[in-house]
């Protein structure tokens, strides 16, 4: 909550919006606008008396161009430079003010936001993280979908959101507490944008399904989810059963679905139990003289170490796809 100015109440007699209308309007952050105001000039025309802010149709018109322009990717100066230049002038006065430009950075920097090293990326990397620490989330949910729509499922992850996920991680780990809020926060969006970006499958063929699950301790689920959102986008039917999923659930649920692989997720090696991934391979179903077995994938960092006989170990999500779709009935 910021409590540093008096802008965000109701617009008063002399028009126009608060800053704080403004951001719930936007969907991003008071202190957002406030710093694109102070550092790129993209402030009201004119004040309507005190310390009150008021922003005209035209003020807004330029804070939505410069939410468009960094949302795919430019640079927050340049982005306040074109928006400054072909936002729609207001007819109704002149600036009353004139800001510094705001100094110049190296190219891909944002100077308004985190300083994100996100190196040789693709520029939907730097829209994505800039819309993340804006904690714009219509825009970051439009970013996300974008990117696996046009690149697929595999190659959306692999090139796209994973480098900027580690990107936000590497800048919580060196700043203490700071951008955790925002590392849960694109966590958060990617899950749903998998979700969404999945499309629906035929229905399963008997013995055609893959069971995904982390192992018991385990709760990082993400790389099981975009594992799971790519089987579903090639008709692969999943059931996915997320994270720290006991023993016993898991065993009984390999033996309620039946299925051709299982998949298990570990992130660390404290949470890979080999006997259980042996326990998994070793279970039997279907009638006397036809009876199936499922093979055992083990996913994740958490698995390295001497391989574990009938149970490849995919190390890419291109792997695990393949690994997966290999496996299942014709």
Not at 62 to 75: D, I, K, S
Not at 213 to 220: D, I, L, R, S, Y
Not at 248 to 273: C, D, E, M, N, Y
Request: hydrophobic share 40%; aromatic share 4%.
């Amino acid at each position: 909550m910021d409590t540093g100015t008096h802008d965000d109440g109701d617009a008063g007699p002399g028009g126009g919006l608060t800053t704080g209308e403004v951001a719930r309007r936007l969907g991003v952050a008071p202190t957002t606008v406030r710093t694109w105001d102070r550092r790129y000039g993209l402030g009201p025309d004119a004040h309507t008396g005190g310390r009150h802010r008021r922003w005209t149709p035209a003020d807004i018109a330029r804070l939505e161009r410069m939410c468009a322009l960094t949302a795919n990717g430019l640079a927050p100066a340049e982005a306040a430079r074109l928006a400054r230049e072909e936002a729609p002038e207001d007819s109704g006065g002149t600036r009353t003010r004139v800001d510094s430009p705001a100094p110049r950075g190296k190219p891909g920097r944002s100077r308004a936001g985190s300083g994100l090293r996100l190196g040789d990326v693709r520029q939907e990397c730097k829209g994505i993280a800039r819309a993340a620490l804006r904690l714009d989330a219509p825009a970051l949910d439009t970013l996300l979908a974008e990117a696996i729509e046009e690149h697929g499922m595999v190659a959306a992850w692999t090139e796209v959101i994973m480098p900027t996920l580690q990107a936000v991680g590497r800048k919580w780990e060196s700043s203490g507490d700071r951008y955790v809020e925002v590392e849960h926060f694109l966590s958060w969006h990617v899950s749903g944008a998998l979700r969404r970006g999945a499309r629906p499958v035929a229905a399963n063929r008997p013995g055609a399904v893959a069971v995904l699950a982390c192992v018991p301790g385990e709760t990082h689920t993400l790389p099981l989810e975009v594992l799971a959102a790519a089987l579903t986008e090639r008709g692969v039917p999943v059931r996915m059963f997320g994270g720290a999923l006991p023993a016993g659930s898991l065993v009984a649920a390999v033996r309620r679905t039946g299925p051709a692989v299982v998949g298990l997720w570990a992130q660390g090696r404290s949470t890979a139990s080999r006997p259980l991934a042996q326990h998994v391979a070793a279970m039997e179903w279907g009638v006397r003289g036809a009876r199936r077995r499922p093979v055992v994938l083990p996913l994740g960092p958490g698995w390295a170490g001497a391989p574990m006989p009938g149970m490849p170990r995919p190390t890419s999500l291109e792997e695990a796809v393949a690994a997966v779709e290999q496996r299942m009935p014709g």
